[in-house]
Nanobody, 127 residues
Framework: QVQLVESGGGLVQAGGSLRLSCAAS??????????MGWFRQAPGKEREFVAT????????YYADSVKGRFTISRDNVKNTVYLQMNSLKPEDTAVYYC??????????????????WGQGTQVTVSS
């Protein structure tokens, strides 16, 4: 199991940037064992995949809606995963969640594939 705490959300104008952080506190396994993902959920909508990063080679994969604007990264010394969000749009407004699961050679893009979740951080983009 791993505890996850997100931070960095807030209110930003369209075109602006935010950097989300997710601090992990693993037990039993090292942080580097976990594949990490970011998801988001807007009011009245289902939770959707945003980005993921593999556990061992830092390869990344993005939803088409954020590709080229968002960057996921991780620091296995600080036990932290980041989501740099640039060129934000009003449709990016949502609660953003960090998720973790034991990693393998595949990308994990479905929320059901993750068994550890943070509490979420609100991102609001004004037009």
């Amino acid at each position: 199991q791993v505890q996850l705490v997100e931070s960095g959300g807030g209110l930003v104008q369209a075109g602006g940037s935010l950097r989300l952080s997710c601090a992990a506190s693993p037990s039993g396994r090292t942080f580097s064992s976990y594949a990490m993902g970011w998801f988001r959920q807007a009011p009245g909508k289902e939770r959707e995949f945003v980005a993921t990063i593999k556990y061992n080679n830092f390869n990344t994969y993005y939803a088409d809606s954020v590709k080229g604007r968002f960057t996921i990264s991780r620091d296995n010394v600080k036990n932290t995963v980041y989501l740099q969000m640039n060129s934000l749009k009003p449709e990016d407004t949502a609660v953003y969640y960090c998720a973790a699961r034991i990693g393998s050679y595949v990308y994990y893009t479905l929320s059901d594939e993750y068994d550890n979740w943070g509490q979420g951080t609100q991102v609001t983009v004004s037009s």
